[in-house]
């Protein structure tokens, strides 16, 4: 198989997850595949793809009557194009270059994905409230508040959208812990446990440093799964 050929990984996975998200199969056009084609060679990374489609998948289903599909890739475009405006304005930044290719494309793109992430925030707030995991509805309701304000400063121009994922990862923490906190009576033994029977043999060859970080993926993934959590981050 050839880089470049619609059966490469990067294409085979993008139309995956688009016939995934539309709910049917279809055969993508030639527009659509050269369009893939675009992406890879301009070095867009397959996740901020991914991303891109899954964003627009939401907001399509929130105002389009049943029944509509999308039926092109090429719907995506312009929000492939702005993840990954701010993709490169964040490692610029991280790299010590000036802010990136087009801030405000990014900023636009920050605005948005904060929106998206407010509202799972409130849903996430609604299962905690009905399960009576008070202390995560407080959390959650901290960091709708939070969101709201990093909304505001980005859209006046007083925080850089580099500076969002660290904002985020402080509120992911928190979550995090306060849905540790508000777990059932052995609940969160049971979650340790699961934790490292993910880890299985693989654990053996890691460094401990590794082994722990690995450890701790699989602990917050399996607590956003029984809180019903977002992850706050730009990059899923």
Known sequence: MKSGEPDDAYFRAVEEEFARRRGASMILSPRDWALI????????????????????????????????????????????????????????????????????????????????????VRVSMALASESGRDPLVACLARAAAEMKHLRREIKGGTLGPHFLEERLRRLDEELLDAARASLPAGEAATIDSAADRALGRAAARMSPEARERTRRAHQARLLRESAGLPRLTLFD
Do not use: M
């Not at 490692?91 to 605005?111: L, N």
């Open 37 to 120: 084609g675009e992406w890879k060679e301009a070095a867009v990374p397959l996740r901020v793809v991914l991303q891109a489609i899954n964003n627009v998948f939401d907001a399509f289903a929130r105002r389009t009557p049943a029944g509509r599909r999308i039926n092109s890739l090429s719907y995506c475009k312009q929000e492939v194009v702005a993840l990954h405006d701010l993709y490169r304005t964040l490692h610029a930044v991280e790299a010590g270059r000036p802010g990136g290719p087009d801030d405000s494309s990014g900023i636009s793109a920050a605005v948005r994905h904060l929106g998206r992430l407010a509202r799972r």
